[in-house]
């Protein structure tokens, strides 16, 4: 698979042009490899498990709250993650894990099908490894799937009868999920953890939704279930994985349980499943007004920075959220008046300049710069896009994050650099001239802070300090909160 991925050209604006005929040649390669992938929720590799030896508390209450403050702030220590992986896909995956697991600060296991073999030293810089429970007793029927949902489902279980200290939430994930866990810890601590949650986001194909249900929150975008609503799930769920047997996923077995229980999915528009096929160039750059709290999936698109593996992209992303995690990807626009053009700024990743005036309602709408997952169709998806022109002279100039500095310890200077693929024409009409003098912008930004998340959620605004004349080729720019009565108006 991964070598057909090299041929796939890593222009964002080019994938429309592949010919159908290598599209198809594309999908044929990944179905052969799995054919799962093709109505998979996610993709956890399918190994028959083993018993180990879990320690089961007697006593289900363990919320033997002495010296904990039950009304400080959610912090990371609150959450136990479980994460659900296979003795075979650990060392492809571990990499994702490492981005952001921090040895003893966050806590939690992944939970393997077997012990792995004695000859591997288990990383400490890793979370520690958990052998799963004997499966075999349960039933599965769904024909595509694979019996290792089972095993996945029962985690949130396993770990809830781990019966550890000062747990608020109980996060799930896949193996090649990357959290990012300060916005995932803003998004719990806004929630009342002593009441019954559930919160994660849903597929952005919709031809997965209809399979696989609306109101799933998925597994690979990962999903946060409360203490309380914990305990009552532990209670039915093992009845729940037989009742539900015909279900594909893990994930929609936890779902049907919730079902009983009768709590609903609520929606953080900052998970991200990545059911997408193709480049995520259009929907990492127009992220929702919303902390990014996960992505996956990402050994299954594009690599989301030209001319990097995956995997590199995904560290040059986990760098700079680091710098300013409320901030990484969120979106602002400003016009420069004297030349008409308008400058979207996705902040951490990418720039893009319009020598024209763009709404602000085109200028948040993802680009299609990708496929649906399961049939690699145009749509439909479960946010609006609009589509990729073929035109030179009716796409975006683009420019992609290059380095970050901190100022002054409450300031970044984010610099983009225009990137152009080598055969790609550039648009030769007056205006687009101009704008092709542009080879960088720098942005600076004062640090996001935890807090406005608390706040009603409103878009940025920026302002191009410096819109550098035509003789030079930066252009600078400020993001910073919107000032009362600000909009990204044009004059008409
Ligand atoms: C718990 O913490 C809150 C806020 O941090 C404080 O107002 C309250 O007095 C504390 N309660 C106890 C019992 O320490
Ligand atoms: C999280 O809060 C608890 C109190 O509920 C405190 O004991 C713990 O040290 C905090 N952890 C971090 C990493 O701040
Ligand atoms: C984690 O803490 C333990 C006990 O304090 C210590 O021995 C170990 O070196 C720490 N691990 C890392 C990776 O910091
Ligand atoms: C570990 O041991 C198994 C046999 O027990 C062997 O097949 C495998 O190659 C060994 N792996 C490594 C990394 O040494
Ligand atoms: C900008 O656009 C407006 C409205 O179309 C037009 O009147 C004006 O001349 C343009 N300015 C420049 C510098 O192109
Ligand atoms: C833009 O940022 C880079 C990196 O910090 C810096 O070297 C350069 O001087 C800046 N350009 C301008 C015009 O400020």
Redesign the pocket.
């Known amino acids: 698979m991964s070598s057909t991925r090299k041929t796939i050209n890593h222009d964002p604006f080019n994938f429309i042009l592949v010919p159908p005929t290598i599209k198809a040649i594309y999908f044929c390669s990944v179905a052969s490899v799995s054919l799962i992938l093709y109505f998979g929720l996610s993709n956890h590799p399918h190994y028959f498990t083993q018993h180990h030896n879990l320690v089961l508390p007697t006593i289900f209450n363990h919320r033997k709250i002495t010296t904990v403050n039950d009304s400080d702030k959610t912090n990371i220590s609150h959450i136990l993650f479980g994460i659900g992986g296979s003795v075979k896909s650990w060392n492809k995956r571990r990499h994702y894990i490492d981005l952001w697991w921090k040895?003893?600060v966050t806590r939690g296991f992944i939970w393997l099908d077997q012990k792995p073999s004695p000859n591997i030293t288990w990383p400490?810089?890793s979370p520690e490894y958990k052998v799963s429970a004997d499966t075999s007793r349960f039933k599965y029927s769904c024909w595509y799937g694979s019996r290792s949902a089972i095993r996945i489902a029962r985690i949130v279980k396993e770990s809830f009868e781990l019966g550890f200290e000062n747990v608020r939430w109980f996060v799930m994930g896949d193996d090649d999920t990357v959290f990012f866990t300060d916005n995932l810890v803003t998004v719990l601590a806004k929630y009342d953890h002593n009441q019954m949650y559930y919160i994660g986001g849903n597929s952005e194909s919709v031809e997965q939704d209809v399979i696989h249900s609306y109101t799933v929150a998925y597994g690979g975008g990962g999903f946060a279930i409360s203490y309380p609503l914990a305990a009552e799930l532990v209670r039915v769920l093992d009845g729940c994985i037989d009742r539900y047997d015909a279900f594909y996923g893990s994930d929609q077995k936890v779902r049907g349980c919730l079902s009983e229980i009768g709590v609903p999915l609520t929606k953080e528009l900052g998970f991200h499943q990545v059911d997408i096929r193709g480049s995520p160039y259009g929907l990492l750059a127009a992220h929702p007004v919303a902390p990014l709290v996960s992505l996956h999936h990402l050994d299954y698109v594009e690599p989301m920075f030209p001319g990097l593996t995956p995997i590199d992209s995904v560290k040059k992303l986990v760098r700079v959220y680091k710098m300013d995690p409320g901030r990484t990807l969120q979106h602002s626009f400003c016009y420069d008046l004297r030349r008409n053009w308008s400058v979207s700024v996705s902040w951490g990743y990418t720039v893009q300049l319009y020598p024209s005036l763009v709404t602000a309602k085109n200028l948040e709408t993802a680009l299609e710069t990708f496929q649906t997952w399961r049939s690699w169709e145009m749509g439909p998806y479960t946010f609006n896009t609009r589509s990729v022109s073929p035109d030179p002279c009716k796409r975006p100039l683009v420019y992609f994050l290059d380095r970050v500095e901190s100022v002054g310890g409450d300031e970044t200077l984010t610099m983009y650099k225009r990137y152009a693929e080598k055969e790609e024409k550039d648009c030769l009409q007056r205006d687009y001239i101009a704008a092709l003098k542009v080879q960088f912008f720098n942005v600076s930004a004062s640090n996001f802070k935890p807090n406005l998340w608390e706040k009603a959620p409103r878009r940025q605004c920026c302002e191009i300090i410096d819109g550098g004349d035509g003789v030079q080729n930066v252009v600078l720019l400020k993001v910073r909160g919107c000032n009362r009565f600000e909009s990204v108006t044009p004059p008409i």
């Open positions: 040895p003893n400490e810089t």
